[in-house]
């Protein structure tokens, strides 16, 4: 793994563990990084062959400022408990995005390569949030009206009761155990499907 991806995927641990706490806080937050990092890209691809090396950065970071806090404020508009619940975490979209521009994500990743950096954090943001948010919460889709602009609750898929759900997975402690867990079974996974291969790499120090 290189640094810039280790730097990708440390960037995205934050909002992958804050924001999961419930499939509609996933689902906004995972929109909301796909609508900037689009129109980021879209604005930068015109911008950039009129820019130095030296002017790169700082307009990089006007314009990762500009369309995340434009969508801070659409979604303070539409949805205000919606905004609250996501809490500041929608301004680490911007940091993404300088991150993935000085990395030549725009400039050398292929299209393939792009979708497949983006889509596994995504599928890893909703399987997080769904299974945080049933196994915490013993709820699926609750404030789904969020994401239509109402405050109306209904429309949750109740599983279990509350009291008798785990609510620790809920808390953001709850999202280190989980993360964990799937991270231990993809190893011993990988450890099982290509035994003799580990094996080797294990022998180096």
């Known amino acids: ?108 990743d292929t299209l393939r390569h792009r979708l497949r950096l983006l889509g596994l954090p995504a599928c890893l943001l909703l399987f997080l949030g769904a299974v945080r948010e049933l196994l915490g919460s013993g709820s699926l889709g609750n404030h789904w009206g969020w994401l239509a602009g109402s405050i109306d609750d209904c429309g949750a898929l109740w599983i279990w009761v509350t009291a008798a759900s785990p609510h620790l997975l809920a808390l953001t402690p709850g999202s280190f155990i989980l993360l964990g867990l799937l991270i231990a079974a993809r190893q011993a996974w990988a450890r099982r499907a290509r035994p003799d291969r580990l094996d080797k790499e294990s022998d180096y120090p």
């Open 1 to 108: 793994m290189t640094n810039a991806v280790t730097l990708r995927n440390s960037l995205l641990l934050a909002p992958l563990l804050g924001v999961t706490g419930s499939l509609v806080n996933a689902l906004s937050w995972g929109l909301m990084l796909l609508t900037v990092v689009v129109a980021y890209a879209v604005a930068m691809r015109g911008l950039r062959p009129r820019l130095t090396e030296s002017l790169r950065l700082p307009a990089s970071v006007v314009l990762a400022a500009t369309f995340t806090g434009c969508a801070d404020l659409a979604l303070q508009l539409h949805s205000l408990p919606l905004h609250h619940s996501l809490g500041f975490y929608p301004g680490l979209i911007g940091l993404q995005c300088v991150v993935l521009e000085m990395n030549g994500f725009f400039i050398h």
